[in-house]
């Protein structure tokens, strides 16, 4: 299958710090693609690089990126894409809609941009995206400043304007984090349909390992700045070939079902810190001499990919 | 289900908040309401429930930083519901607590020495000179070194400095901590070192958690016993594991099934609530979840919900599911 985004050896670089290390990972179409991994493993760096959203000291550099086929640079996405062909559901809801407006406005003046529609066209179309995020007093919503709305309530606005563009991808950062649980999973399950009825495909950048398992098809797993693991959800939660990625998973089930987690040694490294050829090495119980003096090879097993010396499984072949 | 060794007996605790509505108009929230829930040594009880739910006012209560409304709290047998002064004071190296956000929690300009020493010295009257023993012995316990004494938050990760709020509050060798989400702005990895700490401090101290958090999957792994918050209300408590394998309470139902678990093969389910959480000023006099609860019946909205026990130590506010 041919893949909607695909990323190749992206890395960035901030203030001479590196924080992206050559970043490889790929959406299929109609998939939803979890990314995971702790703080600082480089997630929104990853997402803020395809949506042109670094920070202005940031410098990126990477082999090929293409989206849909074409070539895609990711730095200019602000005219190609972003909001149009991606779009984008961030962290903190209420912090990105305009407190001044009103949501019907915010949602209008999006419209008129990427689609070019009439004022009256466009009002049309606003509530429409407000009934297809499920809320059932579209009129009052569409009044309303964000302070008069819950939480959940804009983040359900946040995703309407992330349709707004009929985007091929949706990204979003975090998008339940702050949320109450029950909320959580009103806003996962709604993020996962119109995703589907939009024949979009989705990235979900969490750190939460049970809402990876609940609406995600595949899983990058990154550590200090690259994907180490990437694979289909029941792969990786089943038998990840890393290690990190495989301690990560257990250490949540056995949490889950009480069972007594296996510590990861240490903690992860921050930007900047030098670190072994392969930067899991000096916390992983596989770990030998290669894993500090050569780069990890990349392995593919059974729709799994990698980058280890050492990985969890008895016929490792490389490739 | 209180006996005498219990560590902490909550009786019918209170805290009502007059808020302003208007220029001579005030409301009533009742932040917490009514609650009785005990702890015994060694043991652990999770307060669980969404924001606004009152777990952590009722953490203030207990610690006596606000003073209640109403109810009692007994700790090891003494009565600190209204105990002020000196005597208030030397209770508190009884009494500690874990903060969530583990640098917010420390003074940036103090050395992490002088931090653990601290309650030592508040509580016990001891100088810094003889607390760098204790000081020394119980920042290795929790997994630091003797040097980190001399160094200061920033130079600190968030598990270590975690480990230095747990080391503040165990020093004086507490028989109640009271852990305020105390890992839900750490790292996976680090986080379930934080957890296999704090319990294997509990088995080896005897000590008894009040532990709040919102993180099911962390609950399931450290409670013995749960009390379910909302609006100020408990609506379930009892045994973790029969809580969890049978919820009896619409609210707990619903909060169980919308948490998501480490297992692709489960799904979560969220049609079980409607709306969303009401501020706890525009509560029914009844049920607080009425209006929102799907098996709700008229008589719901005004008829208080007394927790009513189903099985050994299982408790739960619903007339219709006991």
Not at chain 1, 81 to 99: D, K, Y
Not at chain 1, 180 to 201: F, M, P, R, S
Not at chain 1, 223 to 241: F, P
Not at chain 2, 77 to 86: E, H, L, N, S
Request: charged share 25%.
């Amino acid at each position: 299958m041919s893949a909607l985004l695909e990323l190749h050896g992206l890395e960035v670089e901030i203030e001479g710090l590196p924080i992206l290390r050559g970043v490889d990972l790929e959406v299929r179409p109609g998939e939803i693609l979890g990314v995971v991994g702790e703080t600082g493993a480089g997630k929104s760096m990853t997402a803020r690089s395809i949506l042109d959203l670094l920070p202005a000291k940031a410098s990126l550099s990477f082999d090929t990126c293409t989206f849909a086929g074409e070539d895609f640079i990711p730095a200019r996405a602000r005219q190609l894409a972003r909001g149009h062909r991606i779009g984008f559901v961030p962290q903190r809801p209420r912090g990105s809609l305009n407190p001044v407006f009103r949501v019907g406005k915010q949602i209008v003046d999006t419209l008129r941009r990427l689609r070019g529609m009439a004022r009256r066209e466009a009002k049309e179309e606003a509530l429409n995206l407000l009934r297809s995020v499920r809320i059932t007093d579209p009129e009052r919503v569409y009044r309303s400043y964000p302070h008069e709305l819950s939480g959940g309530m804009c983040q359900r606005v946040c995703i309407a304007i992330a349709l707004a563009g009929e985007p091929e991808l949706i990204i979003a950062d975090e998008p339940t984090t702050g949320l109450d649980v029950t909320i959580q999973a009103e806003i996962l399950k709604l993020l996962g349909e119109v995703i589907a009825e939009h024949n979009a495909a989705g990235m979900l950048i969490t750190h939460d390992l049970g809402v990876v398992a609940d609406v995600c098809d595949r899983v990058a797993v990154m550590y200090a700045g690259r994907v180490i693991n990437l694979g289909t959800t029941l792969e990786i939660y089943r038998e990840a070939l890393h290690p990190y990625a495989n301690q990560l998973v257990s250490i949540a089930s056995s949490l889950d079902s009480g069972g007594t987690p296996r510590e990861i040694p240490g903690r992860v490294p921050n930007p900047g810190d030098e670190l072994a050829a392969c930067a899991f090495a000096p916390r992983c119980f596989r770990a030998e001499d290669d894993c500090f003096g050569e780069e990890p090879p990349l392995i593919h097993i059974e729709g799994q990919m990698a980058f280890c010396h050492h990985p969890l499984t008895s016929e490792a072949a490389s490739v | 289900m209180t006996g005498p060794s219990d560590t902490l007996v909550l009786r019918d605790l209170t805290k009502i908040f007059r808020i302003k509505t208007g220029s001579f108009r005030h409301a009533d929230l009742r932040a917490v309401d009514d609650v009785s829930v005990s702890i015994t040594p060694g043991r652990t009880l999770a307060v669980v429930g969404e924001s606004g739910s009152g777990k952590t006012t009722l953490a203030r209560l207990i610690l006596r930083l606000i003073d209640p409304t109403g109810g009692s709290i007994r700790l090891e047998g003494t009565d600190i519901t209204r105990m002020k002064g000196a005597a208030l004071e030397d209770m508190r190296g009884r009494m500690q607590i874990v903060f969530q956000d583990p640098y917010d929690s420390l003074s940036p300009w103090q050395t992490v020495g002088r931090t653990v020493a601290e309650p030592l010295i508040l509580h016990e009257n001891m100088s810094m000179q003889d607390a760098t023993e204790p000081v020394a012995r119980m920042l290795e316990r929790v997994g630091l070194s003797p040097e980190h004494a001399r160094r200061y938050p920033h130079e600190l990760s968030g598990g270590q400095a975690q480990r230095v709020g747990i080391a503040r509050a165990m020093i004086t060798n507490p028989a109640l901590v009271v852990l305020d989400e105390p890992t839900s702005s750490l790292d996976m990895s680090v986080q379930s070192q934080i957890l296999l700490l704090l319990q294997s401090l509990q088995e080896e101290r005897n000590i008894s958690y009040l532990f709040i958090s919102h993180d099911l999957t962390v609950v399931r792994y450290i409670a013995h016993d749960l009390a379910v918050m909302y609006l100020g209300k408990v609506v379930e408590s009892g045994p973790a594991a029969e809580v969890f394998a049978s919820p009896r309470h619409p609210y707990t139902e619903a909060l169980l099934k919308a948490a998501p678990r480490p297992d692709p093969h489960y799904k979560t389910d969220h049609v079980h609530l409607l709306g969303e959480q009401p501020s706890a000023l525009d509560r029914a006099p009844g049920c607080p979840l009425y209006g929102r609860c799907p098996i709700a019946e008229d008589v719901c909205a005004d008829t208080p919900q007394e927790l009513v026990e189903i099985e050994a130590g299982h408790r739960v506010a619903c007339w219709k599911r006991t």
